[in-house]
């Protein structure tokens, strides 16, 4: 089956960096487009970025474009977000999903991201 484990969160202060790594298994990994999906406390999910499976191109929603790189190693089965220049309003529990912006069919359990001084 489908599994998608998220690891990599954290606290980290305003301005600074994380990377989280999504371990892809029960599917061929490098067929389908992965996104990153996040859900801040008390609100729904939010689109934060995509990585097609064919050429790579990658898609940022505004809030975190200059931001954050999405990335992906088809040979580890594994999906990357690299987070930089953390902001307090980045904080949420964010997910690996498979699938694009407007559609994923399945997301991992989440990894917390608190973002505080």
């Known amino acids: 089956q489908v599994q998608l484990v998220e690891s990599g969160g954290g606290l980290v202060q305003p301005g600074g960096s994380l990377r989280l790594s999504c371990a892809a298994s029960?599917?061929?990994?490098?067929?389908?487009?992965m996104s990153w999906v996040r859900q801040a406390p008390g609100k729904g999910l939010e689109w934060v970025s995509t990585?097609?499976?064919?050429?790579?191109?990658?898609f940022y929603s505004d809030f975190v474009k200059g931001r954050f790189t999405i990335s992906r190693d088809n040979a580890k089965n594994t999906l990357y977000l690299q987070m930089n220049s953390l902001r307090p309003e980045d904080t949420a529990v964010y997910y690996c999903?498979?699938?694009?912006?407007?559609?994923?069919?399945?997301r991992g359990q989440g990894t917390q991201v608190t973002v505080s001084s």
């Open positions: 990585i097609n499976e064919s050429d790579g191109s990658r």
């Open positions: 999903a498979r699938g694009g912006q407007n559609y994923q069919d399945h």
């Open positions: 029960g599917f061929t990994f490098r067929n389908y487009q």
